[in-house]
């Protein structure tokens, strides 16, 4: 008798959103395996679809998917979820749970089909088939064009988010500190609503003001533009952040990500108490990675060279089939998206990353890095608002403030509070995590 394999999809599918199929095809897809064709879902997900012993998964760069391979005596199951916790309590559930240990979860990365075959003990390898490959300097080093391109993508993203939304006359909110990144995705959704006929009533600009820097940077930018009356600040002190909770729900220990998530946390709970029914809320998250604009002299393990030369580092990481990679968490984005879909999950919003989409990201890979920096490092971490400033002027006719990189829980509340009352090790937030399990 052939040994009985089972999979146990813990998926909310209701989570999927699609702009040109349904789900049934969606997974239809993913199960024959074919890049063009998965390449070609427009939306977010995270799918699971098998047939006999042959499981198949992939997943957008916003939505996590993890999996396990528990061992039973009628033959192998695969619990498939969005949490780790979820999986711990499944496999509870059906007496599995000695098997599990957190370290022995595996993440589907972001741009590949997972492949897998249960046939019992041992467990073969995985097959990992990149459906998501753009072609790197393919723009010429304009720009003017380099941003219109850009931006224009990201508004077609914001067109289809609304398009979906739109008929509910829900209210939408944007996660801003007036950076580049959130500044961009608020202007481009209020200008996108009002060529779409949306009443923009219906937007707010939401800054975690915790005493940090960005309340000031947001009240410039907005007022700058006239668009003030869209800013509502959510109040926060460092008595409200609480990095074992944080932990809990981002299931991750790298210590940006730790304070990141925090104060994602912190402004998700100020919005749920102001506003009990409301469910929509984008943000920039994955700006930074498309246009490379992090500190490389904060990594010791980066040079210009290596973030220029490698296709969709921040994204991705080392890559999968690499040393550094690592199965449990993946890499780059697509491992620490998370401190982004936990904390907005957590208090029931339905989030939007614009700048994860595909199509936003090949053209941002399409720039010519290289040669429009000759691996000059200033001239790199100029690029984004140049880029970024005119494609929204071309987009939107907005002159859009520029002000200085900072990142989001740098900008919530001063570096110092916040560590003050959070700051921690790697090691001792990993020791944390593990708790949860010991």
């Known amino acids: 008798m052939q040994p009985v394999s089972r999979v146990v999809d813990l998926l909310d599918p209701a989570l999927n959103t699609f702009a040109n199929i349904d789900v049934d095809e969606a997974r239809r897809r993913v199960l024959r395996g074919d890049p063009a064709s998965v390449r070609a879902i427009d939306g977010s997900f995270a799918l699971v679809a098998s047939e006999g ?3 198949r998964m992939a997943r957008s760069m916003d939505r996590p998917l993890r999996y396990f391979l528990a061992k039973r005596h009628e033959g192998p199951a695969l619990y498939v979820a969005d949490r780790i916790d979820t999986l711990h309590a499944a496999l509870a559930a059906d007496g599995l749970a000695a098997q599990f240990h957190p370290s022995y979860t595996r993440m589907v990365p972001a741009h590949y089909v997972v492949d897998l075959s249960l046939v019992g003990c041992p467990d073969p390898d995985p097959i990992y088939t990149r459906f998501f490959t753009p072609e790197r300097a393919s723009l010429p080093p304009d720009l003017d064009e380099i941003g219109r391109r850009y931006v224009g993508a990201l508004q077609a993203e914001i067109a289809k988010w609304l398009t979906r939304i739109g008929g509910t006359a829900e209210p939408v909110g944007v996660a801003f500190s007036g950076g580049i990144d959130s500044g961009s995705v608020f202007l481009v959704t209020y200008h996108t609503m009002r060529r779409l006929g949306m009443s923009p009533a219906r937007l707010k600009a939401f800054v975690l003001n915790a005493a940090g820097p960005d309340v000031e940077q947001a009240r410039a930018f907005l007022s700058a533009l006239g668009l003030s009356l869209f800013l509502e600040e959510i109040p926060a002190a460092s008595g409200d952040l609480d990095a074992c909770e944080t932990v809990r729900v981002l299931e991750d220990y790298k210590p940006l990500d730790v304070e990141c998530a925090t104060m994602g946390l912190r402004l998700c709970a100020g919005i749920r108490a102001r506003y009990p029914e409301w469910r929509h809320l984008a943000d920039g998250d994955g700006g930074d990675e498309n246009l490379k604009d992090y500190p490389i002299e904060e990594n010791t393990e980066l040079t210009i060279r290596s973030v220029v030369d490698n296709l969709m580092l921040y994204q991705e990481g080392w890559g ?3 040393i550094k990679h690592s199965l449990t968490y993946s890499g780059g984005l697509s491992r620490s998206y998370v401190r982004t879909y936990a904390p907005a999950r957590r208090y029931g919003f339905a989030g939007f990353s614009p700048y994860t989409r595909p199509d936003v990201m090949e053209v941002a ?3 010519p890095f290289a040669a429009m920096t000759r691996y000059d490092v200033p001239t790199l971490y100029g690029l984004k608002g140049e880029i970024v ?3 929204v002027k071309a987009v939107t006719g907005f002159d859009m403030p520029i002000f ?3 990142r989001f829980q740098h900008g919530a509340m001063p570096a110092e509070a916040m560590r003050a ?7 001792g937030y990993r020791k944390t995590f593990h708790s949860i399990y010991a």
């Open 365 to 367: 890979e399409g720039i």
């Open 404 to 406: 200085p990189k900072r």
């Open 389 to 391: 400033g005119r494609g």
């Open 421 to 427: 009352r959070i700051g921690g090790s790697e090691a």
């Open 320 to 322: 999968v089939g690499r």
């Open 53 to 55: 012993i042959t499981v």
